[in-house]
T-cell receptor, first 116, second 114 residues
């Protein structure tokens, strides 16, 4: 069965600090997809990134970067120079490849608080 | 561009009352549709998904049901609510064209059963 673990329940840092959110996954599939979503206080989940299992290149988007390592089954998310607007709950998710609807398995989320 | 709507935004219902939550998607056709529930302080659990009109798959046995009467409409229902049905309900869609798909979420409905 697929499983996603976000061991950090809550993280609190001061603005401008760098912060890394950990995500460890389990799957027996050789082809799969990993996602990160942001849930601000309003509640809506905002898609941040999708990565497939064949692409281990790290990705950078502005202050956000993602480190995918198949050897450790991890897909960690780093925010550089954090800002108060980054405060939210962040979810890592995993889906199998295939046709039709793809079921997302979510981690429990990490609540990130950026203090001014 | 595609947009997804959910209503109502907030709902307070007594135990034993019926429930109907609606989700609609604009700007796309034949989407895959999903219902998730997020209990307080917890992650998201997939409840139902649909790949087409009238086609519903249930992920967990529960007090809820889903229907898809139109291509871009997905309804979550219950005949009699339980206290444990309280939570944040999120609808999501994906393009439904096969291959890798990203799910995009609606604004959600907060349900409190008293």
């Amino acid at each position: 069965a697929q499983k996603v673990t976000q061991a950090q329940t809550e993280i609190s840092v001061v603005e401008k600090e760098d912060v890394t959110l950990d995500c460890v996954y389990e799957t027996r599939d050789t082809t799969y997809y990993l996602f990160w979503y942001k849930q601000p206080p309003s509640g809506e989940l905002v898609f941040l990134i999708r990565r497939n299992s064949f692409d281990e290149q790290n990705e950078i988007s502005g202050r956000y970067s993602w480190n995918f390592q198949k050897s450790t089954s991890s897909f960690n998310f780093t925010i550089t120079a954090s800002q108060v607007v980054d405060s939210a709950v962040y979810f890592c998710a995993l889906s199998e490849a295939g046709r039709g609807a793809q079921k997302l398995v979510f981690g429990q989320g990490t609540r990130l608080t950026i203090n001014p | 561009s595609q947009t997804i709507h959910q209503w109502p935004a907030t709902l307070v219902q007594p135990v034993g009352s019926p429930l109907s939550l609606e989700c609609t998607v604009e700007g796309t056709s034949n989407p895959n549709l999903y219902w998730y529930r997020q209990a307080a302080g917890r992650g998201l659990q997939l409840l139902f998904y649909s790949v087409g009109i009238g086609q519903i798959s249930s992920e967990v046995p529960q007090n809820l049901s889903a229907s898809r009467p139109q291509d871009r409409q997905f309804i979550l229902s219950s005949k009699k609510l339980l206290l444990s049905d309280s939570g944040f309900y999120l609808c999501a869609w994906s393009f439904g064209r096969g291959g890798v798909e990203t799910q995009y979420f609606g604004p959600g409905t907060r349900l409190l059963v008293l």
